[in-house]
């Protein structure tokens, strides 16, 4: 792998509107701490020497917005860019991915609701990839117990089993993925879509789709604050951490 290929290029799809945490601006938008999720998302992966180049697929109609926000926090340092997203999530990966220059072979996915991922998680995922994985996820072990239901949504829900919780891992991101990997599964995926089959893809990250197309992903360790910001309660609990971070000044 030559010198260009072996810089990572991340991409944070942040084009959905977070109906979870309630009404307002988009949860990319939604501030932790004074400042933007999206701003602290984009500051954790720019911090990573692995990585160069930071491509944000923002929502079609507010793409100048958001490049004015990150403007506006100095994040002035490293390649930073800004794209239109999709409709879904899997949309705007593939149009953050098109942004990429040629040359980069190795590509981050990073959720724009995991602000406060350590800069140590973002370089061991890309040194996984540089190593040879095509696909890495960084994960936890999960501390509460596991039943798998039969869905009843509003109603009980008859237990089916209950996995070993020791081979379960809570995943989170920066993904990585070999470039060449990731273009692939996402190019069969929107083929599948296009040719309308009831079997089309509806997977919840990128490494599930190179499972989907029979690739290998490998697990490396997280950690516990790379926790996504969903409901209002995750809300309350990154800004302790973050006010933790201020404290010691460790951010």
Do not use: W
Not at 74 to 100: E, H, M, N, Y
């Amino acid at each position: 792998m030559n010198a260009s290929a072996a810089v990572a290029a991340a991409v944070v799809p942040a084009a959905g509107r977070g109906e979870r945490l309630g009404p307002g601006a988009p949860k990319a938008l939604r501030e932790l701490g004074g400042v933007p999720l999206l701003v602290h998302a984009v500051r954790a992966l720019a911090r990573s020497r692995a990585v160069g180049l930071v491509v944000v697929a923002a929502p079609a109609d507010g793409v100048a917005e958001v490049v004015a926000l990150l403007d506006s926090h100095g994040l002035d340092d490293k390649d930073i860019r800004v794209v239109a997203g999709g409709a879904t999530r899997q949309d705007s990966v593939r149009l953050g991915l098109a942004a990429i220059p040629d040359d980069v072979g190795i590509v981050l996915v990073h959720d724009a609701a995991r602000p406060l991922v350590p800069v140590e998680v973002v370089d061991a995922v890309a040194a996984a990839v540089r190593a040879g994985a095509p696909a890495v996820v960084p994960a936890v072990p999960l501390a509460d117990t596991v039943k798998r239901v039969e869905p009843n949504p509003g109603g009980a829900e008859p237990v089916l089993d209950t996995p070993e919780r020791a081979t379960l891992r809570a995943v989170q991101t920066p993904q990585g993925f070999d470039r060449a990997t990731l273009v692939e599964v996402h190019a069969k995926a929107l083929a599948e879509e296009a040719a309308g089959g009831a079997d089309a893809p509806s997977v919840t990250d990128d490494a599930g789709l190179v499972e989907r197309y029979g690739g290998t992903v490998v697990v490396v360790p997280g950690h516990e604050e790379a926790f996504k910001v969903t409901r209002p309660l995750d809300l309350v609990l990154a800004e302790a951490v973050l006010a933790r971070r201020r404290a010691a000044d460790a951010y």
